[in-house]
């Protein structure tokens, strides 16, 4: 342990001169027409030093069991340039609202001290009143105590509708006190380092800087070169104090960072805790010179077992944009001014999704061509030392309210802690992912490629259209083992081939065709029921149905697929022995008709099972002509077979 030397300084004594606080105060703001759900920031700039102690909603509709928290932001100063930032934000209340047209009181203390000259920000998310006709920055109210200003908000409506604003005032009530007294209080505010968050996957060392700020929040000013004792504890244990000097006045409000002189040795074990302690003659209020951080080394809210699932019901709350524990929101991508992410939960609690909405104010147009760039959604750490065949699994869906429309496209990003880099497009489908009016299909990505490793999923959604309201969705997120599927996986958009409707067959994993998971598939069915063949590829193309022995891997032919039928290829043909052809489309006689795709690109056949003995009966797969009736290229579609129980 070390200990810097010892400073011979003269104690400055302070004098606390006690008043009565003055009766509570309100300042109103702008009561608009409408009530939203939702996201809020503003400022509240004091002209006298005061404590905000509630906040009061206005709406125009009659709401229950809404949930509501309120946020300051840690430094004083405005929202602008930190609302992404979840490191700026402290909760101070989060409670259960209901409430009808009028003043709804969210809280009765929210103890948020700002002295005179300082702007302190706010965040809210629950029942809100935004009244759009006031410009982002503008004073939305004001009286001899403080200034309200206007702020950007994301809002939905009481009834659900989304609605993202840009400029936005509050529609309430502000409740504060105004304090006439004189006091020293010194308060250690934050830890500045070493900070291990929820999506910090990098492990502690021997000598990590530990720093802490401390504040002002007294209403005199400490003078240039008070002594302030800084000790740190770890693991329980004395670890370090520095005698410091302050260089220079701390008024009213005002912080100091101070970096402690020796470095933790967190890298042993994996959890640690931190006390530190500033101390300063004449506080009155030495309660809150104390601050304890626990941290552990590989990150916070690491993902260490498999199989692992987020439902994405420890959601904060319906509506909020404050994604689960150890998910956040990249404040760094374009979205724009409001985060774009959404999460809800259905009436029932089964389904809780992450919705899209643009603002209504601006049209993304990104061509599908380009990387989808401007939503990212970021996961937990996610460890996969022991994994063998890790994989993810997820169910999506989407909801646009233009028919005609293209859907939503989302590709999802692989960060690898290993070599800190990002593999760009581990899922990116050529094909669209959503369908409209709220469908949902499950897609399944392998992750082999990242046994051993530890990694980060990062969901991006490609909106490539110019309109206010899309709504995508994923939900269930899996990262689990997964069973050798070497057969070939569904070509979205290219030849796809499904046997028995979309539900029937799975491979290995239990995984449908249509989760393009690996081959081959298997479909059971009874003799006298009905069997259904599916083709899907471009419009009038022929297809060749063909059958043979399941051989996963038989062979691979460049741009076309994978052949999992057959033996070993023929040595002058390259094509696998045993491989026989049922239906020929392009065939201008005979079943030519029967086996072209329609003008849609779709191909639907149906079949009665004979009485056939039980066990594997045939293995099917299909080539479907890409490129015009004559077919300068095929396109193979998933080996599926077809056993009698």
Not at 65 to 80: C, R
Not at 118 to 135: N, R, S, V, Y
Not at 327 to 346: E, H, R
Not at 366 to 395: E, H, K, W, Y
Request: glycine share 10%.
């Amino acid at each position: 342990m070390r200990t810097k030397s010892q400073l011979a300084l003269a104690v400055v004594a302070f004098v606390l001169v006690a008043m009565p606080l003055r009766g509570q105060s309100i300042l109103s703001g702008p009561t608009g027409t409408v009530g939203y759900l939702g996201i809020y920031y503003f400022d509240l700039e004091a002209a006298k030093h005061l404590t905000v102690i509630g906040f009061e909603v206005y709406t125009t509709t009659s709401f229950t069991n809404q949930t509501v928290s309120v946020w300051k932001k840690k430094d004083f100063g405005s929202y602008v340039n930190d609302q992404f930032d979840p490191h700026a934000w402290e909760l101070l209340v989060t409670k259960s609202l209901s409430g009808s047209s009028g003043y709804t009181l969210i809280s009765t203390w929210l103890n948020a001290v700002i002295p005179a000259g300082e702007t302190q920000a706010f965040m809210i998310q629950g029942p809100c009143k935004c009244d759009l006709t006031i410009p982002t920055g503008a004073v939305a109210a004001s009286n001899a105590d403080l200034t309200l200003y206007s702020g950007v908000g994301n809002g939905i409506s009481l009834v659900g509708f989304h609605s993202p604003t840009a400029n936005v005032g509050w529609g309430g009530r502000v409740r504060y006190n105004v304090h006439n007294l004189v006091s020293v209080d010194l308060t250690l505010d934050s830890f500045v380092s070493p900070v291990v968050d929820d999506f910090d996957c990098a492990g502690l060392g021997n000598s990590e800087v530990v720093a802490v700020k401390v504040r002002n929040k007294g209403t005199t000013a400490i003078p240039a070169g008070s002594l302030i004792p800084f000790a740190l504890d770890v693991d329980g244990q004395p670890y370090v104090t520095d005698l410091v000097l302050t260089p220079s006045a701390l008024a009213p409000g005002d912080t100091y960072v101070h970096t402690f002189s020796i470095g933790a040795d967190l890298s042993n074990g994996f959890n640690h805790t931190l006390k530190a302690t500033a101390s300063l003659g004449g506080d009155v209020s030495v309660g809150n010179d104390q601050l304890t951080l626990a941290v552990q080394a590989g990150g916070k809210n690491r993902v260490t077992t498999l199989p692992w699932l987020e439902d994405f019901e420890s959601a904060p709350m319906a509506g909020s944009t404050a994604p689960p524990v150890g998910w956040y929101q990249d404040p760094n991508d374009s979205a724009g001014p409001i985060n774009q992410w959404w999460f809800t939960k259905s009436a029932n609690g089964s389904l809780s999704g992450i919705y899209a909405s643009l603002p209504s104010t601006t049209s993304y147009t990104i061509p599908a061509s380009t990387t989808p760039a401007p939503m990212r959604l970021v996961s937990p750490c996610i460890d996969l030392g022991t994994a063998i065949n890790p994989r993810l699994r997820f169910g999506g869906g989407g909801y646009i309210n233009y028919q005609s429309l293209p859907d939503a496209l989302m590709q999802i990003d692989v960060i690898r802690m290993s070599t800190g880099t990002i593999d760009v497009g581990v899922y990116n489908p050529q094909y669209k992912l959503w369908f409209i009016n709220g469908d949902f299909q499950q897609v399944a990505v392998e992750l082999g490629a990242y046994a051993g490793d530890v990694i980060q999923l990062v969901f991006r959604l490609d909106l490539s259209i110019g309109y206010p309201v899309v709504g995508p969705f994923f939900d269930n997120v899996i990262i689990e083992e997964s069973a050798a599927t070497p057969g070939q996986s569904i070509q979205r958009g290219l030849a796809e081939f499904y046997l028995d409707g979309y539900f029937n067959a799975l491979n290995a994993n239990d995984d449908p065709p249509y989760m393009q998971s690996g081959g081959p598939y298997f479909v059971s069915m009874a003799a006298g029921s009905q069997l259904s063949f599916d083709f899907f590829g471009l419009p009038n193309q022929p297809v060749l149905l063909l059958t043979g022995p399941l051989n996963p891997v038989a062979a691979t032919y460049p741009n076309i697929g994978q052949m999992d039928i057959g033996g070993s290829p023929d040595p002058a043909t390259g094509i696998p022995v045993g491989v026989q052809l049922i239906a020929d489309g392009t065939d201008p006689n005979g079943l030519n008709p029967l086996f072209l795709l329609d003008s849609t690109g779709n191909l639907a056949l149906w079949f009665t099972i004979p009485g056939l003995p039980a066990g594997p009966y045939a293995t099917f797969q299909a080539a479907i002509y890409t490129n015009g009736v004559n077919g300068s290229w095929v396109a193979l579609s998933e080996a599926i077979r077809l056993d009698i129980q």
